[in-house]
């Protein structure tokens, strides 16, 4: 039989789809062009690919594919062709070496055979069929013989042995796999620690893939299991599936996981925690140079869950002539975290404390933040002060800072101190006082230019599994101890003004607003604050001093949180070596910290921001209701009826579906079209 196949000739190639027949449709030089399998696809390959399986003399034209007449090679015939298992084996023993007689050179390297011969050993070489059945059981998953370039090679019975073994361990592995992509496929609970080594790394990617990790594709079997399990292979769905495998908690944030929030405190850094609380009633060093100012009447003012208690206010009264001071006290936890210290270090990693919908993930371990760290009620805390006297028109007068120690009489909850405020009783003036002098020094911001946009405000918080809505009021007291914590930031951006201080001065650029006409035309509140954030630029952290647009300040620096931000306790740590006369940072050495906090701030932004949008998701989920009174506060993409809405009830705004004909002000109905938490959807949409 002639070896190079010619059109209409009965052919095998091998590919990804395993053994293949085809027919020979064209020849072209080196290259056929095929109809392969049952279904005659097209496929053109190079002759050298093909194995020549059975000529097609007799059949003019060739024939559209080897399932299709003439030829009718469907797998029922092929398979009644193919001779019975003992007659292949039989094959073997007549063609292979001698088992018993290993030494026997001759029989122990037996000539190949072609295809014609060992078709006629086992029945008729022109039966087409025979010959495509042995081609498809040579190149299967027998163990008896070797196809290499058109030569049938028996093995030897070692090599058999091994083969066949080799495949029971193949078949052990295959079977195993299947029964975990049927687990797959179930969505039943399953033990992580008792899956297989190849099971528990395609758990590991599913896993990588439900965090938005896709760059190591999933494999094919793998995707097949998901297909099968109706899981499309995109982060939402696969999150659903790992729910439902109980190997992904229905409420964990994929921005979360593996940072050093997650891992918490080694137990190295907790230890090293207890050592400062141990060392807090010790004198430490600096202490000799502290002012003793727990005589001063201060209070604290926080919300009832805040666990980090950093700043604390007082009113000292006026000398005759004179002008009262506010006092404005801050913790001081540089007095025992020393710069470059393990947990020094570990603040700094962190950037900040996360304040999460379930609970506050501290910069520095627990019990220090609620510990020697805050300023406690009735307890003598170390502390920075700083005394201001302000003029008649809110501007600052003078100014003194010191390194105290204080001891605040009691912690005010906010509506405590509302109460304070509006009643303003003799034996407690100070609260009602120190609101009227922040009033007047709100006042004299507006006239720098500073913006208000003060409104109610919703946040989702959780207990348990349970979403819950708390919506914070403006009140008094908040407006108060804000403005007392801008005025601070205020004076010492002033005071490292003067005094040529690299400190991380927070600015912000100037913004074209819109007109007071364009204003007037909008509805105060929400959507004439939108209309104007709309126009403002981020803010900028530098260490060079300057303005800060929306506040109205020529300078100005966060220095009242430094339990909870790590920028914070870098301007105390500058200002306690300016006091001490010990060399400064200079500009070069600021920058480089405040450049390593940056990666850290940001993840902290990112983490806060999906931890706030899941449970607001978890929030629609456990409150359906067919509609919302919503606020359409501007547009954010009109081409795509994108605008964005606030729901009154909430105080939250959403990206929201509007009507194309929709203005800035118009009250809405909204509608939840879709929300699923686990794949990270809400979409709204509004109605007039």
């Not at 080594?197 to 079997?221: F, K, M, N, S, V």
């Not at 990112?606 to 449970?615: G, L, N, V, Y």
Request: some cysteine; charged content about 20%.
């Amino acid at each position: 039989m002639r070896t190079a196949p010619q059109p209409g000739d009965l052919v095998g190639l091998v590919d990804d789809r395993g053994p293949q027949l085809a027919i020979v449709q064209e020849i072209r030089g080196t290259r056929a062009t095929l109809r392969v399998g049952a279904t005659a696809r097209p496929l053109a390959l190079p002759l050298r690919q093909l194995d020549l399986i059975a000529a097609g003399d007799r059949f003019a034209p060739p024939a559209a594919g080897p399932v299709q007449p003439p030829w009718g090679l469907q797998a029922s015939v092929l398979e009644a062709a193919l001779p019975a298992a003992r007659e292949l084996a039989a094959a073997w023993l007549l063609l292979g070496s001698d088992p018993a007689a290993p030494g026997d050179t001759a029989a122990g390297s037996p000539e190949p055979s072609n295809l014609d011969d060992f078709a006629d050993l086992l029945g008729s070489a022109k039966e087409p069929a025979l010959r495509a059945a042995l081609w498809l059981w040579l190149h299967g998953g027998q163990t008896f013989f070797r196809w290499r370039l058109g030569q049938i090679q028996p093995r030897s019975l070692d090599e058999i042995r091994r083969l066949r073994q080799q495949q029971r361990r193949e078949h052990l592995v295959l079977a195993r796999r299947q029964a975990w992509h049927q687990r797959l496929r179930l969505r039943q609970p399953l033990e992580a620690h008792a899956l297989a080594a190849t099971e528990a790394e395609e758990l590991a990617l599913l896993r990588c893939w439900a965090r938005g990790e896709t760059d190591t594709p999933l494999p094919a079997p793998l995707r097949q299991a998901l297909q099968q399990a109706h899981c499309s292979a995109e982060a939402g769905p696969i999150r659903h599936l790992l729910a439902d495998l109980g190997q992904w908690p229905r409420h964990h944030l994929p921005s979360l996981e593996a940072t050093t929030w997650e891992q918490g405190f080694s137990a190295d850094l907790e230890a090293e925690a207890q050592h400062l609380l141990l060392q807090a009633d010790s004198p430490q060093a600096g202490d000799q140079h502290r002012r003793d100012l727990t005589h001063l009447h201060l209070f604290t003012i926080d919300d009832d869950d805040t666990i980090d208690i950093d700043d604390g206010l007082g009113l000292e009264a006026a000398p005759a002539g004179g002008r009262p001071r506010l006092w404005i006290h801050i913790a001081d936890p540089g007095r025992l975290i020393a710069a470059d210290s393990p947990l020094d270090l570990e603040a700094r990693r962190r950037g900040s404390s996360l304040y999460l919908a379930r609970g506050t993930l501290p910069m520095v371990p627990l019990a220090l933040v609620t510990g020697a760290f805050s300023l406690r009620q009735g307890q003598r805390c170390p502390a920075w002060s700083l005394a201001v006297e302000l003029d008649d028109s809110g501007a600052v007068q003078s100014y003194e800072l010191v390194r105290s120690w204080v001891k605040p009489a009691y912690r005010l909850s906010y509506g405590d101190a509302d109460e304070l405020i509006e009643l303003a009783p003799p034996e407690e003036p100070a609260p009602a006082l120190i609101h009227a002098l922040m009033q007047q020094r709100r006042a004299w911001r507006r006239q720098q230019g500073a913006l208000e946009m003060e409104q109610a405000e919703g946040r989702i918080h959780a207990q348990q599994e349970l979403a819950q809505l708390e919506v914070v009021e403006p009140s008094a007291s908040r407006s108060m101890v804000a403005e007392a914590m801008i005025l601070a930031g205020a004076v010492i951006a002033a005071h490292g003004l003067a005094t040529s201080l690299a400190l991380p001065y927070r600015s912000q650029q100037s913004a074209n607003l819109p007109s007071e006409q364009e204003l007037a035309e909008l509805p105060p509140g929400p959507v004439r604050h939108a209309a104007l954030k709309r126009c403002l630029g981020r803010g900028h952290v530098g260490v060079q001093p300057a303005p800060h647009f929306s506040l109205g300040l020529p300078a100005y620096v966060q220095a009242t949180s430094p339990i909870r931000r790590y920028g914070d306790l870098l301007t105390q740590r500058q200002l306690a070596l300016q006091l001490e006369g010990q060399p400064l940072l200079d500009e070069a050495q600021m920058a480089g910290l405040l450049s390593s906090l940056e990666g850290a701030v940001r993840e902290g932004i990112t983490i806060s921001r999906e931890d706030q949008r899941h449970w607001q998701q978890v929030w629609f989920e456990q409150n359906p209701r067919p509609n919302w009174r919503g606020l359409m506060l501007r547009w954010l993409r009109p081409q795509d009826n994108l605008a964005l809405v606030q729901l009154e009830e909430l105080c939250l705004d959403f990206p929201c579906l509007c009507p194309s004909a929709s203005q800035p002000g118009d009250k809405v109905l909204v509608q939840v079209e879709l929300v699923d938490s686990l794949r990270d959807q809400l979409r709204l949409r509004a109605s007039g």
